[in-house]
């Protein structure tokens, strides 16, 4: 038995939050997935709402955990790029794209629905964060059926400030109160918006609503 399939044996006797924000993850992958499946040669190298990636390389990069072999492959890699992040995320998602076709990627991805894989520190809502956010940088940039509000609102309702930081974003006076569903991101000023409008201001793929 692999150290996954311990993961998902394990899954009966989680917490009921961590169990619901794990089913909320399965669901939007399986939802993705299913949408992947029908794009066409040309929207899998559209432009994404991510800067310089292509819809595959968005893919690519949220099929990363499931490719690695193992924590000490992925730190072996990172460290070659000085433990920069962000440049080592780049430059994967561009080598997976050299490698693998998009069909390819598509099985990656639509295999793995149910893995367990969560981000270092970020638990079970950092798992969904990662599945909304790259969702919306393609759904988004190919004007396909967006992620359920209620979905979007556990990812906010889990954004701190350590994730505002990540994303650069300021809510000095300002917090931003969903219209359609209940959560509120900051401690100023009242400024409502759409859940969707919310996360893709804080993470830097829109201007913040004002």
Same mark, same amino acid.
């Given at each position: 038995?692999?150290?996954?399939?311990?993961?998902?044996?394990? =899954?009966?006797?989680?917490?009921? $939050?961590?169990?619901?924000?794990?089913?909320? @993850?399965?669901?939007?992958?399986?939802?993705?997935?299913?949408?992947?499946?029908?794009?066409?040669? /040309? /929207? *899998? %190298?559209?432009?994404?709402?991510?800067?310089? *990636?292509?819809?595959?390389?968005?893919? %690519?990069?949220?099929?990363?955990?499931?490719?690695?072999?193992?924590? $000490?492959? &992925? /730190?072996?890699?990172?460290? %070659?790029?000085?433990?920069? &992040?962000?440049?080592?995320?780049?430059? =994967? %998602?561009?080598? +997976? @794209?050299?490698?693998?076709?998009?069909?390819?990627?598509?099985?990656?991805?639509?295999?793995?629905?149910r893995?367990? *894989?969560?981000p270092?520190?970020?638990?079970?809502?950092?798992?969904?964060?990662? $599945?909304?956010?790259?969702?919306?940088?393609?759904?988004?940039?190919?004007? !396909?059926?967006?992620?359920?509000?209620?979905?979007?609102? /556990?990812?906010?309702?889990?954004?701190?400030?350590?994730? !505002?930081?990540?994303?650069?974003?300021?809510?000095?006076?300002?917090?931003?109160?969903?219209t359609?569903?209940?959560?509120?991101?900051?401690?100023? +000023?009242?400024?409502?918006a759409?859940v969707? $409008?919310?996360?893709?201001?804080?993470?830097?793929?829109?201007?913040?609503?004002?």
């Amino acid at each position: 038995m692999t150290e996954n399939d311990i993961l998902r044996a394990g =899954e009966d006797t989680l917490p009921a $939050e961590e169990s619901m924000l794990r089913a909320e @993850t399965y669901a939007e992958r399986e939802r993705l997935a299913a949408l992947l499946a029908g794009l066409s040669p /040309q /929207q *899998w %190298a559209a432009p994404s709402l991510c800067a310089g *990636w292509r819809v595959r390389e968005v893919v %690519a990069h949220m099929t990363m955990p499931y490719r690695m072999a193992s924590a $000490e492959e &992925f /730190q072996a890699a990172l460290a %070659a790029y000085g433990m920069d &992040f962000d440049r080592y995320a780049d430059a =994967e %998602a561009h080598d +997976t @794209t050299e490698r693998l076709g998009d069909a390819e990627l598509l099985a990656v991805y639509r295999d793995n629905v149910r893995h367990p *894989w969560q981000p270092p520190g970020g638990g079970a809502a950092g798992a969904l964060s990662h $599945e909304v956010i790259h969702g919306l940088d393609i759904t988004e940039a190919l004007s !396909l059926p967006t992620v359920p509000a209620e979905r979007i609102a /556990q990812v906010l309702a889990h954004a701190g400030a350590k994730n !505002l930081a990540y994303f650069g974003t300021d809510l000095s006076g300002i917090s931003l109160v969903a219209t359609d569903a209940d959560v509120r991101v900051g401690d100023g +000023t009242p400024v409502p918006a759409p859940v969707k $409008e919310i996360l893709l201001g804080i993470t830097g793929r829109r201007p913040l609503p004002s």
